[in-house]
Each structure stands twice: as C-alpha cells, then as structure tokens.
C-alpha cells in the first residue's frame, strides 16, 4: 500500500481526510492549527509534528488549502515543503486554484522530480462527509489512474478533464456560475418581496422553476432563518471569482457578469461575512451588513 499525506484539515479537508482513514488508508495528516489533526488521530491518522514531516515519505501527498498565496507558501515559498518530497511521488491539490497557477505549481514539482494533479472538487461540507464529492483533474491518464482509489474513498468519482491545469479550469467554470446565480436568486426573491409576494412563498415555488439553478432550493432554509452557518466560506467564493476573472484576463475573454459578482462578493466579505456562507449574500444584497 502507498504511504499517503493529507494537508490542510479545513471545513472539506478534515472531512476528507476522515473518509479515507474510515476507509482503511492508513494517512499521515497535518494541519497549521492542531485540533483538527487531533481529532483525525482519534480515527486512527498519524498527526506529523511539521508540513515537512508530513509529506517526506509520502508516495502521494494530498493538499486542500485555502488560496494559490497558501499553497504557494507551503509547497514552493517560505516553508518550501516540496524539497521534502520523494523523487517520483504524486501531488494532488485539491484546492480550488486558477488554472495557470496549477501549471506554475507543476513547473514548481517537477524541479523535484514530483508528479503534479490539480484535483478541484465539487460539493461541499455536506457531500465532503458523505463522500459524495466529485474531482475534476487535470494530468496525466496514469497519474489519475494511480489516486483514483484513494479519491474514490472520499467522493463519488474523478473526472479527467485534461491536461494539468484544465481540471482548475472547469472547477473555476462551475463556481463562476454558482456565485452568479446565487445572486440572481437573492435579487429576485428581494424583488418579488418589495412587489409584495412573500418570501415563504418565493423560496418555496422559484427553485423549482426551470429557469433557476437547482442547487438554490438547498439555501432557502438559511434564507429563511438568516442562520448562515458556513459550508462553504463566503470568503472562498469571492477569491473563485477574482481567479475567474483573472483567468479571463489572461484569455482575453470579457466576463461582464462574474466581475460584477465578484464586487458583490467582496462588498459581503470586507462586511464581516466572509466566513458565513456563501448564500449569506442574499444578506448582504438585502442591506444586512455585519460590521
Ligand atoms: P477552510 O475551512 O478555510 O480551510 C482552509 C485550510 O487552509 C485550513 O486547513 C487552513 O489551516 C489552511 N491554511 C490557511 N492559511 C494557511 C497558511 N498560511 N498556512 C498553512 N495552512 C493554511 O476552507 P475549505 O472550505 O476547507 O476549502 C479549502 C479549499 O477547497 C478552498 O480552496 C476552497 O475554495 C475549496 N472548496 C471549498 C468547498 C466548501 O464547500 N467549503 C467546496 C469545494 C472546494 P487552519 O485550520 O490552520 O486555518
């Protein structure tokens, strides 16, 4: 069996984290803060002392952090972890990156001999739990062919989108349009609202019309209550949106919409609600700011 590593024990990462060692991995973890280790040991991982540590014998190593600036940091800049990694071991970022940095930190691998997938994943806190997170990677056919079982016990399956960088790609594709119509949904029933038709009766009925992402009708019980208890960080979605936007930058290709949601995003954010939910926008666009 291949030694394994997991990085990075956030909302998604300690969840799975936790479905691999459930399903008989044995895992080497770390975390930058201690707790979320410390409660992966108690299902049977080893918690490595440093990132060094934890990657060194690793024959594959799985990241899932925050940002490009944090991998970045870890891997390549001040901690450097990669000069502690095995000649010919796979790494496989998880986290939701832009495409171009995916090639830069493959470049970054391949100094050392390290073989590099970007393995995005859809679903969140939810489905990381349950192993129902789907993985789009981009690489080579017999690199994925290597971690599918180990992405298997923590998701549904793994899609191989294309070379290195496209399964950053469509990753960035899917959550442009999910913080879109996020906002689209709160502008509507904010609307339907002020024309005097209730907000029970919008949250129940527009979700199921065919004109409106489905995934909707799964944030109106937070709409309702205002408890937005995060799944997925609304400061993560502000910073898809800036790499979207980047990204299209680097194609040339005008994207109107996703900037203009990006401003939505980061007006929430710089509100205090970077760390609710995502869908705590629609508390934001209703003139709900936090600070
Ligand atoms: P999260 O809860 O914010 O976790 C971020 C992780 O990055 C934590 O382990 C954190 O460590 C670590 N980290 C942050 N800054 C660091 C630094 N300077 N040095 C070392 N480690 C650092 O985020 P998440 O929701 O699990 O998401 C992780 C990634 O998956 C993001 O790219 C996100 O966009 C993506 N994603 C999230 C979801 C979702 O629904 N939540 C779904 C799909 C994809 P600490 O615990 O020490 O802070």
């Given at each position: 069996?291949?030694?394994?590593?997991?990085?990075?024990?956030?909302?998604?990462?300690?969840?799975?984290?936790?479905?691999?060692?459930?399903?008989?991995?044995?895992?080497?973890?770390?975390?930058?803060?201690?707790?979320?280790?410390?409660?992966?040991?108690?299902?049977?991982?080893?918690?490595?002392?440093?990132?060094?540590?934890?990657?060194?014998?690793?024959?594959?190593?799985?990241?899932?952090?925050?940002?490009?600036?944090?991998?970045?940091?870890?891997?390549?800049?001040?901690?450097?972890?990669?000069?502690?990694?095995?000649?010919?071991?796979?790494?496989?970022?998880?986290?939701?990156?832009?495409?171009?940095?995916?090639?830069?930190?493959?470049?970054?691998?391949?100094?050392?001999?390290?073989?590099?997938?970007?393995?995005p994943v859809a679903g969140s806190?939810?489905a990381?739990?349950?192993?129902?997170i789907v993985f789009a990677?981009?690489?080579?056919?017999?690199?994925?062919?290597?971690?599918?079982?180990?992405?298997?016990?923590?998701g549904?399956?793994?899609?191989?989108?294309?070379?290195?960088?496209?399964?950053?790609?469509?990753k960035?594709?899917v959550n442009?349009?999910?913080?879109?119509?996020?906002?689209?949904?709160?502008?509507?029933?904010?609307?339907?609202?002020?024309?005097?038709?209730?907000?029970?009766?919008?949250?129940?009925?527009?979700?199921?019309?065919?004109?409106?992402?489905?995934?909707?009708?799964?944030?109106?019980?937070?709409?309702?209550?205002?408890?937005?208890?995060?799944?997925?960080?609304?400061?993560?979605?502000?910073?898809?949106?800036?790499?979207?936007?980047?990204?299209?930058?680097?194609?040339?290709?005008?994207?109107?919409?996703?900037?203009?949601?990006?401003?939505?995003?980061?007006?929430?954010?710089?509100?205090?609600?970077?760390?609710?939910?995502?869908?705590?926008?629609?508390?934001?666009?209703?003139?709900?700011?936090?600070?």
């Amino acid at each position: 069996m291949k030694k394994t590593a997991f990085i990075g024990l956030g909302i998604m990462g300690s969840k799975m984290a936790a479905n691999m060692i459930k399903k008989g991995t044995p895992l080497t973890v770390y975390n930058r803060t201690k707790g979320p280790a410390e409660e992966l040991v108690k299902l049977g991982a080893v918690s490595a002392e440093s990132g060094f540590d934890a990657v060194r014998d690793a024959d594959i190593v799985f990241s899932m952090l925050s940002n490009p600036a944090v991998v970045k940091e870890v891997f390549w800049g001040a901690a450097g972890w990669l000069s502690a990694m095995k000649r010919g071991a796979i790494w496989v970022d998880c986290s939701t990156v832009n495409p171009s940095f995916s090639r830069e930190a493959a470049g970054e691998a391949a100094k050392f001999g390290i073989r590099f997938i970007d393995a995005p994943v859809a679903g969140s806190k939810l489905a990381a739990e349950n192993a129902e997170i789907v993985f789009a990677a981009g690489g080579s056919e017999e690199d994925i062919r290597e971690i599918e079982p180990y992405c298997r016990q923590m998701g549904q399956k793994i899609m191989h989108i294309g070379e290195t960088g496209q399964g950053s790609a469509y990753k960035m594709l899917v959550n442009a349009m999910l913080a879109q119509s996020m906002v689209v949904f709160g502008e509507t029933v904010l609307l339907g609202e002020k024309m005097g038709i209730s907000r029970d009766f919008l949250l129940e009925v527009l979700p199921n019309l065919p004109v409106i992402a489905p995934f909707t009708k799964a944030k109106t019980e937070m709409i309702k209550t205002g408890n937005y208890d995060v799944q997925f960080p609304l400061e993560h979605m502000y910073k898809d949106l800036h790499l979207a936007a980047l990204s299209a930058f680097e194609h040339d290709q005008p994207v109107y919409m996703a900037n203009l949601a990006k401003e939505i995003y980061a007006g929430a954010a710089n509100s205090g609600m970077g760390r609710m939910d995502f869908s705590a926008v629609f508390s934001y666009l209703e003139g709900k700011q936090r600070k």
